[in-house]
């Protein structure tokens, strides 16, 4: 049986994979969804009790983590990763570790901008957002979500369990904690996946993601699915993408030739979805 690492993102725990796990289960699939150092205890005593230690945790920290699980392992895994586990899934990859990876509204590796054309604009953005770097070893709460989009998961039946994070891994997005090879040959196949309402990681950083591998033999593709949120995992339409990524899985698996460049294909049961191999980048 194959097994599939899930790596969770920023502000919250594996619990954010609980309507997503199982449909991968399902596949066939051995599941496993190890917290984030310090990550791990339940929600409602990391909020009100913080671990002190949390601010120490980096990048590093946290890909070091995973390479660990990886090891234990008899043969290498499937990674999916969701938003900053998308990064941390690019990481383990350049790395050598994990047979295929799956990074979805994947905050991108150092240099691809996340929000804008600008460097310094982006600086200023983190600096509003974390404050300077002088405060790196302190958390931030978890965020606040507005009106509507409180209203909406809400109606989706959706809960938010959001819990606090180290303040160090925004700033490490700008040092070479965050940096992968773009052109590194021997890397295992990567699927970056958009979501085309996605407002925190945009499809158009996912896009410029993608683009970045262009040089590289490695097999990079790209799917887009128009009416998701960043909330992929979870809301209404997940089904469709854990399908998807499922079945990305299986082929990549089954190919003899883990990184051959064959036209990517998109089972006919799937809707919503439109996906772009390495050939498009050539």
Known sequence: MDTVILIHGAWVTPRCWRYFAPLLAERGYRILAPAWPLKGRPVGDQLTHPDPRLPQVGIPEIVAHYQATIRRLSKPPVL????????????????????????????????????????????????????????????LPPPKGDAAEEALRKAQGIEMQLVPESRKIFWQLLTRAAEVDFHNPRRAALLLVGCGKDRCVPVYTQQRN???????????????????????????????????????????????DKNEKSPIKVPGDIPACMAFDSLSLK
């Open 80 to 139: 999916i990763g969701h938003s900053f586990g998308g990064l941390i899934v690019q990481l383990l990859l350049d790395r050598g570790f994990g047979a295929a990876g799956i990074a979805i509204s994947s905050v991108p590796p150092r240099g691809v901008s996340a929000l804008s054309s600008s460097p310094l604009r982006t600086v200023r953005k983190l600096w509003k957002l974390f404050g300077s770097p002088s405060r790196w070893r302190g958390t």
């Open 210 to 256: 993608w683009e970045r591998y262009g040089p590289s033999p490695a097999r990079t593709d790209f799917a887009l699915f128009p009416d998701l949120t960043h909330l992929a995992i979870a809301e209404p339409g997940h089904q469709a993408l854990a399908a998807y990524c499922a079945a990305w899985a299986d082929d990549r698996l089954a190919s003899t």
